[in-house]
Each structure stands twice: as C-alpha cells, then as structure tokens.
C-alpha cells in the first residue's frame, strides 16, 4: 500500500473503520446493565463541583453534558466511550503517519488498537480511562506534529490539552514529568527557550487551576485517596503480574507494542527515539510506585502506532503485509468476549463456561477475594443494580410521609443505582458516606426523619436499636450479581429523635470532609 499524501481524516478507509467501532460499542450498550463505577461516575454529573474525592472534575462534568441531552439511560452512559473510541482509530492512524509510515502502517495501527483488549473494554464503559487514552494520544500527537512542522502552534494546543488531562486524571503528571525530564537530553531541547513553550505551560496551568484551589481547600485529598489505594489495592500488586499484564491488556495488539519499544530505541526512530525513553519512564515509573497495571495504557496507542511502523519498514512480500492484520484479526476473534460484553449475559455465561469445560481455563473469572465465580469480575459489577433500585422503589413508595423519608446506601455502587435508576421510578438521591457522595448528605433533617430505607448486606445493630420497626423489603436475589445478597429494610418509628443520632453518627465524616 502506497504512502498517501491525504489527510488520515478523510481517508474513507479509516473513517469507516472508525465508524465501525462506534456503531459495535452502541450495539452491546443493552446486553448488561450499568457498571457499579459508571454508577458513580454519571452521578457526579447531578453534582458539577471542580473536584471530586478520587478523580479531578472532567467525567463529572461529561456526565453532566449528558445528563442534559439524553438523561439517565444506558446510551446516555456509553455514547461518549463509544464515540471517543471511533475517534481513537483515526488517532492511532495518525500517530503511525506522524512517525513516518505509510497508509499500511496506519491500516496496521489500527487493527492492532481494535484487536486489544485493553480497547475494547475501556471504550465500553463510561470512566475517566477512556478520556485519559485519548488526551494522551492527543498529547503526543500534538508532540510529533510540533516536531514534524517547527510550527508553534502545536505547542499551544499542546498546553490545552495537558491542562484538561489534569483535569481528567492526576496520572497525566506523570507524563509530563516524563517530558521534562528527558528532552532536555535530546536535540529539542531548544523548545525550553521558546515563548510560545512558556505561554504553553501558562495556559496548561491556568486550565488546571481551579481543581488546584479545590484541592488546596479541602485539604488535598488526592493524597488521603492514593495512601487507601495503597493499604487496599496497590499493595498487592507485583512487579511479574504487573508486567505480564502489560502484554495481556493488548493481548495479540503486543505484537506491535513490543516492536513499538523496540523501533522507538533504534536509530531509525531518529527524532522520535525519545519517545521510547518516555514510554518506559511511564512505565517503569508505575512499576515502581506499584501502580495498577492499567495506569499505563495512556502509552500503548504510541507503541502500537510505532511497532506498525517498524513491520511497515521490516515487511516487504506483499503476502505477509496482507496476512498480518488478518493474522491479528483471527486470534482475536476467540477472545472478543473478554474484551466486551458482546453476548447477553446467558451468551457469556456460557462462553465462560465453555472455556473452563474444554480448555479448563478460568481467566478473568477470579475475583478480588481470590474466588472464581459465573463471570469476570467487571461483568458481575454490572448486574443487579436494576433489581436492587426497583426493590428500593417498592420500599419508598410504601412510605405515606416521604418528607420525612431518606434512603442510605453503605457503598458508592448502591448511592449510585439509586440516584441514577432511581430517577426512572422518582427516587430522591441516595445518602452514602462513600466516595464523593460524602460531600453531598446533609448534615441534619427538617423534618426529622421517621422513615428511614437502609440498604446494605447486613443491618448493624445501632439502626436496629433506633427503630421499633424494622421491615426486609427484599434483596438482590441474582446470584450472577457482585451484589447478590445485597438487601433493602423499611425501618419506621424510631424510638428517639433521629437527628441526633445522626448528628453524632456523622461529626467525623462532616469535619473531614
């Protein structure tokens, strides 16, 4: 396939193929429900704030621009993921013609991003990794087209979009130290002592202002978030499953990234050779601070649109140009279930089952806790919530003095069932200490409340102790469900007044937060 000199974006090829992709993420939107973080996530849109509890505010506020145009629905939830990863073909496309490729490596690209699996899952689901891939593909795109034109202008576009991946995830800093850190050492060092560079940062830096003062005001909790990550996720991370993740997340799509470090290191890469130092200063950072292996993914478009450059350079028989995608293709077929919920949930049940039955693998099944159960862990995670918030209607609609009603909810999932399914049935919003909901519950009731929907796996015994009457109004009863067994209780006339029990519950969360 000969270079063309055309503009990747008008290319019908690549256009369709992106096309492609956003039309198949729309057709799996219904084959399961919401995800429990894409239940957050869209809940903080009801909230537009310039920071959140674990993440700065921009999925908050694109989940409020969506709220506002298609409501409180599955398509509202997965049409930006979906449209976002048609956008990413055409990136990827364009970051192999920036490195030097022709029109096949670009094809190449392309294939190796929609056959991983890292791409198929995260353009599924609403949450910030799917806006963090593409700003930083964005990124680095506009560092290539700096590098290939000399024109300045890049480098402004280039601190507007640093400035709003900031305000997407903090784990964009990392990237950008990256940058700091090593150009210095390589021939465009000379950007440092450019204007248009300085009024770059400035304008980076002004984007991500107002998240700075949010967290400045609240004490930054970022930090208190990343030590909880520590002591109950990243603590258990090891380097050897770190880095053998690194290679499953594109599944067959590591054929290109590993040739795509190796190009980056080779003279050929010539001006882009820092790219592969960047690549693995992402990398080799995240391994040592024990980061989630996930986090690295913000790469791996590069490596792809790399590695297709280098087989485009390697690969001259016509024949094997043409069996390589289809090669990618192929192998991926098998595994596209683990990628995306391309089945209903029966369909994926067996497919699961099926793979233990004849090739007695259980992959991807193995839960948190180490038990291995119907299905993977984020597919479990979206079942249940329909179940649980129509449960939760019954119980609120049985209350005859709804003013003095609330529903509590013991984690951010349940919260956000309830305030984002919920608006189908007229719930009021859920009250949760969790994640940023605690920023949101009142601190006392007019009037006092004496109604109380408790929704949690079990009851605790100071709840039990303040009402005379306690109700179970049902459970999620589907055992596919992460959340089976998780049950709602009516608990009516309290024997004492209620905000004071609230008042001393809640003295703690209120000060901290």
Request: hydrophobic content about 50%; glycine content about 8%; charged content about 20%.
């Amino acid at each position: 396939m000969k270079r063309s000199e055309g503009k990747i974006w008008l290319n019908p090829l690549f256009l369709a193929i992106a096309l492609f992709t956003f039309i198949t993420h729309l057709l799996i939107i219904n084959n399961l429900e919401f995800h429990r973080d894409e239940l957050l996530y869209f809940s903080l849109g009801q909230h537009p704030a310039t920071g959140y509890a674990s993440v700065p505010p921009l999925i908050g506020w694109l989940a409020m621009a969506m709220q506002k145009l298609f409501g409180f629905t599955l398509f509202a939830v997965r049409l930006m993921p979906a449209l976002v990863g048609g956008i990413m073909i055409l990136m990827v496309a364009s970051l192999a013609k920036e490195l030097g490729g022709s029109d096949y490596a670009s094809l190449l690209a392309v294939t190796g991003l929609s056959v991983s699996t890292f791409f198929m899952r995260t353009y599924t689901l609403f949450q910030p990794v799917f806006m963090e891939i593409f700003l930083w593909t964005i990124c680095i795109y506009l560092i290539l087209r700096y590098i290939n034109t000399e024109k300045d202008q890049f480098l402004i576009m280039f601190g507007i979009t640093a400035g709003i991946a900031l305000l997407n995830k903090y784990l964009a800093g990392l990237l950008f130290a990256g940058l700091i850190v090593i150009i210095p050492f390589t021939v465009h060092r000379s950007v440092f002592r450019k204007k248009n560079f300085l009024i770059a940062i400035l304008t980076g830096f002004v984007i991500f202002l107002p998240n700075l003062l949010w967290q400045i005001r609240k004490g930054f909790p970022v930090f208190r978030h990343m030590s909880e990550l520590y002591d109950t996720q990243l603590v258990h991370m090891d380097a050897p499953l770190f880095l053998r993740e690194q290679l499953l997340m594109p599944f067959t799509g590591s054929i290109l990234t590993l040739a795509g470090i190796i190009f980056l290191f080779r003279k050929e890469a010539g001006k882009f050779r820092f790219l592969g130092f960047l690549s693995v200063f992402v990398i080799a950072g995240l391994l040592f601070l024990k980061g989630k292996s996930y986090y690295t993914l913000g790469v791996f478009p590069l490596l792809i649109a790399a590695g297709a450059v280098a087989y485009d350079r390697l690969i001259k028989r016509g024949w094997v140009r043409i069996m390589l995608p289809l090669l990618l293709v192929l192998l991926t077929i098998p595994v596209i279930p683990m990628g995306m919920p391309i089945m209903d949930r029966e369909g994926l049940k067996e497919y699961f089952r099926g793979l233990e039955e004849t090739l007695g693998l259980t992959e991807g099944r193995r839960f948190e806790d180490g038990s291995i159960h119907t299905l993977p862990q984020d597919y479990a995670d979206m079942i249940g919530w329909e179940e649980l918030t129509s449960v939760t209607a019954q119980a609120y609609q049985s209350v005859s003095d709804k003013k003095s009603c609330f529903i509590y909810c013991e984690n951010y999932g349940q919260a956000g069932a309830i305030t984002v399914i919920g608006k189908k049935y007229g719930l009021p919003e859920a009250v949760c200490f969790s994640e940023s909901f605690k920023y949101w519950f009142p601190e006392s009731f007019s009037p006092d409340i004496k109604s109380f929907i408790y929704i949690n796996d079990e009851l605790g015994d100071d709840v039990k102790a303040l009402f005379r009457k306690v109700t179970i109004m049902g459970s999620i009863t589907d055992r596919d469900a992460r959340e089976f067994g998780t049950t709602v209780w009516l608990c009516e006339e309290p024997v004492a007044s209620f905000n004071s029990f609230w008042v001393e519950r809640t003295e703690g969360i209120v000060k901290s937060r």
